[in-house]
């Protein structure tokens, strides 16, 4: 047995040499590469799984405040027929990139007010549809102020546009298609794009004003996506029977802690910052409210983003079965004529 155990233990240590000889070979090396690339572009050329309802894919759950491995306020909305971004924080896109959504097919970007983190990525959005080969330029809606948003991100990426068609081809990008496309709307807006209905709702994020939040209505199932906001009474009347919501979150004992921790440690600006937020954010404690109003609600937009599993137990204190936390890369999927909920199917 020993002899056995040390064969075995020898032919390992041979076997990692043997490895790691391997992999220093250039000629190993580029059959690894080509294998890669193969699997890479088989799968983008194969695309996402696109069955009959709403998808939702987080393509960013996080706040302002800093958080690694989470990208800044972003939902996917996708049908067979449609596709729709909500917000686009920054590193989002990446993520977008990274999911196999089909980009060439996005349609709009619904945007929910103009603070920095729900609009960052709006031309990196563009871009990314662009070369992937949108034939329509990108529409861009929002409240108030979304024509000065949109131009001067044109205006800012000018030049950029004009180095990639340069270097591309006008073939392969038309200019036209580089350039956004902004619309402003109010609350009570309605787009009908086939059987997907899409109605903008007042959101509360004052002193930011006006926001938005927007529901989608698809074959008998429903989302609502808050944006930021407060629980108002818009929120419990658009969320009314809902399916699937999902809501900015604070945690507010998290928030309070930091605040208080910034301020013995003299970092009046940080408790300055900290207590201000807690203004114009849903508490966890408040969202509960919603917990007859729709089957599932998902806390997302999360401030603090929970870094580890304490911040994570207190961030989901008293939370309803039917209640759960966003972490990017999720998928949540409504099938049409259904009342199923489905989280990260395989």
Same mark, same amino acid.
């Given at each position: 047995?020993?002899?056995?155990?040390? %064969?075995? /233990?020898? =032919?390992?240590?041979?076997? @990692?040499?043997? *490895?790691?000889? !391997?992999?220093?070979?250039?000629?190993?090396? $580029?059959?690894?590469?080509?294998?890669?690339?193969?699997?890479?572009?088989?799968?983008?050329?194969?695309?996402?799984?696109?069955?009959?309802?709403?998808?939702?894919?987080?393509?960013?759950?996080?706040?302002?405040?800093?958080?690694?491995?989470?990208?800044?306020?972003?939902?996917?909305?996708?049908?067979?027929?449609?596709? %729709?971004? /909500?917000? =686009?924080?920054?590193?989002? @896109?990446?993520? *977008?990139?990274? !999911?196999?959504?089909?980009?060439?097919?996005? $349609?709009?970007?619904?945007?929910?007010?103009?603070?920095?983190?729900?609009?960052?990525?709006?031309?990196?959005?563009?871009?990314?549809?662009?070369?992937?080969?949108?034939?329509?330029?990108?529409?861009?809606?929002?409240?108030?102020?979304?024509?000065?948003?949109?131009?001067?991100?044109?205006?800012?990426?000018?030049?950029?546009?004009?180095?990639?068609?340069?270097?591309?081809?006008?073939?392969? *990008?038309?200019? !036209?298609?580089?350039?956004?496309?902004?619309?402003?709307?109010?609350?009570?807006?309605?787009?009908?794009?086939?059987?997907?209905?899409?109605?903008?709702?007042?959101?509360?994020?004052?002193?930011?004003?006006?926001?938005?939040?927007?529901?989608?209505?698809?074959?008998?199932?429903?989302?609502?996506?808050?944006?930021?906001?407060?629980?108002?009474?818009?929120?419990?009347?658009?969320?009314?029977?809902?399916?699937?919501?999902?809501?900015?979150? *604070?945690?507010?004992?998290?928030?309070?802690?930091?605040?208080?921790?910034?301020?013995?440690?003299?970092?009046?600006?940080?408790?300055?910052?900290?207590?201000?937020?807690?203004?114009?954010?849903?508490?966890?404690?408040?969202?509960?409210?919603?917990?007859?109003?729709?089957?599932?609600?998902?806390?997302?937009?999360?401030?603090?983003?929970?870094?580890?599993?304490?911040?994570?137990?207190?961030?989901?204190?008293?939370?309803?079965?039917?209640?759960?936390?966003?972490?990017?890369?999720?998928?949540?999927?409504?099938?049409?004529?259904?009342?199923?909920?489905?989280?990260?199917?395989?």
């Amino acid at each position: 047995m020993k002899k056995f155990l040390v %064969y075995l /233990v020898l =032919a390992l240590l041979a076997l @990692t040499a043997l *490895l790691q000889w !391997s992999l220093n070979s250039e000629s190993t090396q $580029q059959v690894l590469l080509e294998e890669m690339a193969t699997v890479a572009q088989n799968a983008a050329a194969r695309g996402i799984p696109e069955p009959d309802g709403l998808q939702v894919f987080v393509c960013g759950s996080s706040s302002p405040l800093p958080t690694p491995d989470r990208a800044q306020a972003c939902l996917a909305v996708v049908t067979p027929s449609h596709f %729709y971004v /909500v917000d =686009a924080g920054a590193g989002s @896109t990446n993520n *977008l990139m990274l !999911s196999r959504l089909p980009m060439h097919r996005l $349609q709009a970007i619904l945007v929910t007010h103009h603070h920095s983190d729900h609009i960052a990525e709006l031309y990196e959005m563009n871009l990314g549809s662009w070369v992937q080969g949108r034939p329509l330029p990108l529409q861009v809606y929002g409240p108030r102020g979304m024509d000065q948003v949109v131009e001067g991100i044109n205006d800012t990426y000018e030049l950029d546009r004009g180095y990639r068609i340069a270097h591309h081809g006008a073939d392969l *990008l038309p200019a !036209s298609l580089g350039v956004m496309q902004p619309e402003e709307i109010v609350s009570g807006f309605v787009l009908q794009d086939g059987d997907l209905k899409i109605t903008a709702y007042h959101a509360d994020h004052s002193p930011v004003s006006p926001a938005l939040g927007y529901r989608f209505d698809y074959r008998g199932r429903s989302l609502v996506i808050s944006g930021d906001s407060i629980v108002t009474d818009d929120t419990r009347q658009v969320t009314a029977a809902t399916d699937l919501v999902f809501h900015d979150a *604070l945690s507010d004992v998290t928030i309070s802690t930091m605040a208080e921790a910034a301020t013995q440690a003299g970092q009046d600006r940080a408790a300055k910052i900290l207590s201000d937020i807690r203004d114009y954010h849903a508490s966890t404690e408040s969202l509960l409210a919603l917990q007859s109003q729709a089957k599932m609600v998902v806390y997302y937009h999360l401030v603090p983003s929970p870094r580890n599993v304490v911040m994570e137990k207190i961030f989901s204190r008293h939370m309803a079965d039917n209640y759960r936390i966003a972490e990017d890369g999720d998928w949540f999927f409504l099938p049409a004529d259904s009342t199923d909920i489905i989280v990260n199917p395989d």
